[in-house]
């Protein structure tokens, strides 16, 4: 499996095209539609998935673009963000800050996550795990074969993510950190939603909120 990433410029947000030999899965498909099409069309195979970390506006910004153009792949999302898709006020956009921009509007989900499984789709085998505290339904997606894992905005290279947001909850997400990801081999590749990668042994000596 190869990784690929696009950083777009709302937020410098990071989408990932993860790549195997027959398909690809895209997460977070956020502001950059031109990068995004650009990207997917290079690689030349059917998107398999959309996952989704979670779902504040920066993460949703070519969600239905992605879907409309390339033939319709299912989007997954958790169970607790699932409407925010199409709440302005909960995915953020909508809040008065953000005057500046258009309400982001997406189509509901076709899959909820579940927490109990393997996922093998289309050749790809991952794991979802809970990691709340930036936003009530984060999550994080483990590759185990490519002994990586991408965090969304929970863990970042030497920090986490905010939480001054709604639903957010700083300890629930240095506990989601400690018992999610820290679990896992330290020689692990980390992908965040902002910001260059990672390992989880870097973060355990170097990131100062664990220090």
């Given amino acids: 499996m190869k990784l690929h990433k696009t950083v777009n410029p709302v937020a410098h947000e990071n989408t990932y095209y993860l790549e195997n030999t027959s398909h690809i899965i895209v997460v977070d ?3 950059d539609w031109e990068a ?3 990207m997917i069309e290079r690689l030349g195979k059917p998107i398999a998935a959309i996952l989704l970390t979670h779902t504040h506006y920066d993460h949703i910004m070519s969600l239905d673009l992605v879907r409309d153009h390339f033939g319709a792949p299912p989007v997954y999302v958790a169970a607790s963000e699932a409407s925010w898709l199409y709440t302005p006020e909960m995915n953020l956009s909508g809040l008065a800050r ?3 921009m258009d309400n982001i509007v997406c189509r509901p ?3 909820i996550f579940q927490y109990d499984k393997e996922y093998h789709i289309d050749g790809f ?3 979802v795990v809970e990691t709340p505290g930036h936003s009530i339904g984060g999550v994080s997606f483990i590759f185990k074969e490519q002994e990586l894992v991408i965090t969304g905005d929970a ?5 986490i993510g905010r939480t001054d947001l709604p639903t957010s909850n700083f300890e629930h997400l240095l506990t989601s950190i400690q018992t999610q990801l820290f679990t896992l081999p330290s020689h692990y590749q980390v992908y965040p ?3 260059a ?15």
């Fill in 155 to 159: 863990l970042f290279r030497e920090a």
């Fill in 193 to 195: 939603g902002h910001g």
């Fill in 98 to 100: 953000h005057d500046d």
């Fill in 36 to 38: 995004i099409r650009q």
């Fill in 197 to 211: 990668s990672t390992t989880i042994s870097h973060e355990k000596a170097f990131n100062p909120f664990f220090s």
């Fill in 29 to 31: 498909p956020g502001s």
């Fill in 109 to 111: 989900a076709e899959q």
């Fill in 125 to 127: 085998i991952f794991s």
